[in-house]
């Protein structure tokens, strides 16, 4: 199993570089190939990436191994689909990010989650389908501005979707946890915002009632109808974000002395009743059954219910100290009349912390909450202060606190706070030092590095775990970290990437071989992460990182294979989830796949067909500079015909939402065109106007979905100086396609 697990990952993280190497290379935008070259190279890349998916699902050696470099494959060839989208709407000149481009790339997403019921497939499904609907009602070009009425629509709208994801993942009829927890986190998210969002009292009232009644059904349905310990507790999640809302939105109206008085006592309530439900779901555990005579899961409940009930703890008791520690530090505030209330707040949190950590019987919760708050509300108070030497004695406390604590979230949040104060402490004592934030991280790396080294002297084995585990996630956390600081000696910056990436690839493959499941996932993490945040920066060129990650791909995978083939880890075939998904309906698949190269073939010509015979038109612009996450480098063109007449803006302007409209352009003398008139249905145009489509919110210019030109890499600065004037095909619907740029 260690052997199949190093194997799978090997063959993940190549196949990911390859993906990434790809979106890079589109990006970067290279002007040495044209436009057919770029178009036959993004079906080129869909065809070998399912070509080879359907070639190893043909493999009868290493079955196991090959059917799993099949499936990453086969979703690498649907996630290359979404760069090639990408890759054409930057070819033509469309919108940046647009909805278009995360609709058309959710179809064969969401065709493959239907034919293979995969869960990486489900999961690119849910996640394309809501970046579609996100874009559709706020684009990133346009701030789109809606009545309560339009908002309460598109909230339920989300809300809607999610429920009905959620009851279909609760009949099996879509298998997938990740699903079903995402689908309830969005859902009660939506109703959430919306429960907030309103200045109409009614809409208030109904929000906040259904925000209500969806948390108490479902504790009623889990607990009494179908008995389900994880849902219980996503529901006390539910139940602990709502509360919060609540307490902050009061808050800010009502912030007084009285207010901050009910607050401390509002958690006392909270932790009383998070004891409560912590006893109530162990009398669940104990009695196996429910009122309503359902059958329940059959899953281990005894070691089950205990992790559960200690997470819903958790989580109850992390709202309390939030609410508690706003609570003290406003009061403090607004009681301290002519004291400086940050030696008062810092006396209060030594109080809180202080007796916790020299009474040894106090009950676990309690310890970890009045800590907590003491521990925020002093983090508070010693960078306020601004003094070294009280800030070092609230570390030795704070150091004193974590060995009183017991349980592993208390030490790893304790271990956060720790770092902080560290931190605060290190800023404290370089000043105004040259580079003292790079120093500054650079020291809390090392001292985490230590730290991991140390924790094997420790005698008390639970103490050691934590300690190993909050200092692994903080010290790859600082390594990080320093790959985006400024240098501190020359080439530290460059150093310190090139380590990085090669400590944290050898520690994935150290920590999967030795099955080291925390240290595997962390470790995953921020690999990933490294990839995807050194997309823009300016350690190399995209066409360059691009070279290289397709390199340490091709490598990766090579030396994986080469791995599996000696080692011949075999894999049981309850674990071989991956072989049997190209054998589920391939002709359904194969479909699929025809039907994105034929998007790509029917999006470049109608592209080629526009531009080769719609009126050609010259417009005057306003560049700016910005970038795409897929596509790069582009200059934003704002139009003169952008900005209607006072009249017609008047007009536009009372028209709640987006609102597409047609416009009619005449040219001036110059030969320019100019903004002449909004187009009325059936209405006949003159030889010399032309019509162009646009959309437009409120009292914002109008977007012709026409400003975005797509530039090479590190050229935007330059054609934002010398463009002037775009020049625009326009057919006869009022389709537009930018062509060009110019200075004349």
């Not at 993280?13 to 044209?34: C, E, K, P």
């Not at 004891?275 to 009122?291: C, E, S």
């Amino acid at each position: 199993m260690v052997r199949l697990n190093v194997t799978r990952v090997g063959f993940l993280m190549g196949v990911s570089l390859l993906l990434a190497a790809i979106i890079y290379f589109f990006a970067a935008n290279w002007s040495g190939m044209g436009r057919a070259d770029k178009i036959l190279s993004a079906a080129g890349i869909l065809v070998l990436f399912y070509g080879a998916a359907y070639f190893f699902s043909k493999m009868k050696m290493m079955l196991g191994h090959h059917s799993f470099l099949s499936a990453s494959l086969l979703v690498g060839g649907c996630i290359s689909f979404g760069a090639a989208v990408a890759l054409l709407h930057q070819i033509y000149h469309s919108q940046a990010d647009t909805f278009e481009l995360f609709l058309v790339w959710s179809v064969p997403a969401l065709l493959f989650a239907l034919i293979t019921r995969n869960q990486v497939f489900y999961i690119l499904a849910y996640v394309l389908v809501h970046l579609t609907l996100w874009q559709l009602f706020y684009p990133t070009s346009l701030y789109v501005r809606y009545t309560d009425g339009q908002l309460l629509l598109i909230g339920g709208l989300f809300a809607f979707i999610n429920l009905v994801l959620l009851a279909l993942t609760e009949i099996k009829w879509l298998k997938s946890y990740p699903l079903k927890a995402m689908s309830f986190i969005v859902f009660h998210g939506s109703l959430l915002i919306l429960s907030n969002a309103f200045e109409h009292a009614a809409y208030n009232v109904w929000t906040n009632v259904a925000c209500v009644a969806s948390i108490a059904i479902g504790f009623y349905y889990f607990a009494k109808v179908r008995l389900d310990r994880s849902m219980l507790t996503l529901h006390a999640l539910a139940a602990s974000a709502y509360a919060v809302a609540k307490f902050v939105r009061l808050m800010s109206e009502h912030a007084s002395t009285t207010f901050f008085s009910f607050g401390l006592l509002f958690v006392a309530l909270l932790l009383t009743g998070n004891v409560l439900f912590f006893r109530y779901l162990n009398r669940l555990n104990q009695g196996g059954g429910n009122a309503g005579g359902e059958a329940v899961d059959e899953e281990p409940d005894i070691q089950k219910s205990a992790v559960i009930g200690k997470a819903v703890s958790t989580i109850v008791t992390v709202i309390g100290i939030l609410i508690g520690s706003i609570s003290l530090v406003g009061l403090v505030m607004a009681a301290s009349g002519d004291i400086e209330p940050q030696y008062t707040l810092f006396v209060f949190s030594l109080l809180f912390i202080i007796p916790v950590v020299l009474i040894k019987k106090a009950n676990n919760v309690i310890r970890y909450t009045l800590l907590t708050i003491g521990f925020a509300a002093g983090m508070v108070s010693i960078a306020w202060m601004d003094q070294a030497g009280l800030s070092l004695l609230f570390l030795i406390v704070t150091i004193a606190g974590w060995f009183r604590l017991q349980g592993r979230a208390q030490h790893l949040f304790t271990y956060l706070l720790l770092n902080i104060n560290a931190a605060i402490l290190l800023f404290q004592l370089l000043g105004d030092a040259q580079h003292a934030a790079t120093y500054t991280v650079f020291l809390l790396t090392i001292l985490n590095a230590v730290i991991l080294v140390c924790r094997f002297l420790l005698r008390n084995r639970t103490s050691r775990r934590h300690l190993w585990e909050g200092g692994l996630f903080f010290t790859l956390l600082f390594l990080f970290w320093l790959t985006f600081m400024e240098d501190i000696y020359p080439h530290s910056n460059l150093i310190f990437n090139i380590f990085n990436f090669i400590m944290v690839t050898g520690l994935v493959f150290v920590f999967v071989r030795r099955s080291l499941a925390f240290e595997s996932v962390i470790s995953l993490v921020f690999w990933f992460v490294y990839i995807a945040f050194k997309y823009y920066d300016l350690l190399w060129t995209l066409l360059h990182k691009s070279v290289t990650l397709a390199l340490l791909g091709l490598i990766i995978i090579t030396v994986t294979y080469v791995f599996a083939y000696r080692t011949r880890a075999s894999v049981p075939e309850e674990t071989n989830k991956f072989g049997g998904i190209l054998r589920k309906s391939p002709v359904l698949i194969a479909m699929v796949i025809v039907l994105q190269l034929g998007y790509i073939g029917h999006h470049a010509a109608a592209s080629e067909l526009l531009l080769s015979n719609g009126t050609a038109i010259k417009l005057q612009i306003e560049p700016l500079d910005p970038r795409s996450m897929l596509q790069g480098d582009y200059i934003t063109l704002n139009y003169t015909i952008s900005t209607p007449p006072q009249a017609v803006a008047a007009e536009l302007e009372a028209r709640p939402g987006l609102s597409r409209i047609k416009v009619v352009l005449r040219p001036d003398n110059s030969g320019v065109y100019v903004f002449d008139r909004i187009y009325e249905e059936r209405e006949q145009l003159a030889d010399h106007e032309v019509l162009i489509k646009g959309r437009v919110s409120g009292w914002q210019n109008i977007y012709y979905g026409i400003e975005s030109y797509f530039i090479p890499e590190g050229t935007g600065a330059a054609a934002e100086q010398t463009a002037r004037f775009a020049y625009v095909r326009v057919n006869s619907r009022g389709d537009a396609l930018l062509e060009r740029v110019s200075r004349e």
